[in-house]
């Protein structure tokens, strides 16, 4: 069996381009005792794994030069030589970025087919749908807060968007076009919406929160860290989960000009990895699955076609192509 994969050719210096990415065909083993073949349905993009294309020392390991790259993805079980899996199974794993795949038993967890599509489990249920969930969680939202949400369009931002309504928050979104804060207002029930490219963050920050904000969940990092930082209240928290704004940068960019916000306000900033939230991913699940089931939120996604897309999918996270989780389809 030949089965198509991406891997990384060559390092990105600043904003990555076709020519570090090289599409291979691959010949499939056939699978051992223990071991079950894949054929991916569709696979995850993420702006987590630009940081795996530089060769420094983070949270997890970077890619090698020449190896297929890795990621979210839900697949169907083609054949399977051990008791926990049969012909037919869903099961999502850690091998995205290719058609097909053998993979021991244990690399693997079977997927609900209750809901639909099956790429809910890449999105609002699955790992950006967790790190949403958890994010609220670690800086404690509460009825009445007031909770500003960069990057509020993209996988993470817009679920928690809709978590934060559900828990009674006023829900304030940035986003990159008239289209996604449309959708926002209209899809996602958010309060407030502005397209940051429109004005300054500060000034419309201010005129959509006068009278400050009392959390940020922080996707973008850069300007709109440091408008954040004016506005939160005394006692303000804010949830770091990622600074896209920086991750293509050649050289380290520097800091919020406004930090002493941090000791005047007495601020909490808590910093998250969702890998240190997965044994909650049940309890998650659980509850998430409700609202979704119950229409109370939903999966927003883009999705990009084939294989041969798949690089392109992930460079458009970084043009403001996706609303919600961008998805390559691969059945």
Known sequence: MISKEIRLRSRPQGMPSDDNFELVEQEIATPAEGEVLIRNLCMSVDPYMRGRMNDTKSY?????????????AIGEVVESRTSDFKAGDVVSSIFGWREYFVAPAKMLRAVNRDF???????GTLGMTGLTAWAGLRLINVKPGDVVFISG???AVGNVAGQLAKIHGCRVIGSAGS????RVLLEECGFDRAFNYKAAPVRDQLKREAPDGIDVYFDNVGGETLEAALAALRVHGRVVACGSISGYNNEKPQPGPSNLSNIVTKRLTIKGMIVTDWLHQMGEFQQEVGGYVKAGKVRNEETVVKGIDNAVQAFLGLFHGDNVGKMIVDLS
Not at 116 to 122: D, F, G, K, M
């Open 60 to 72: 997890v390991p970077p890619f090698e030069v020449g190896d297929p790259l890795s990621g979210g």
């Open 116 to 122: 639909t599509p099956l790429s809910i489990h890449l």
């Open 152 to 154: 509020a369009a993209g």
């Open 178 to 181: 008239a289209e996604k804060v």
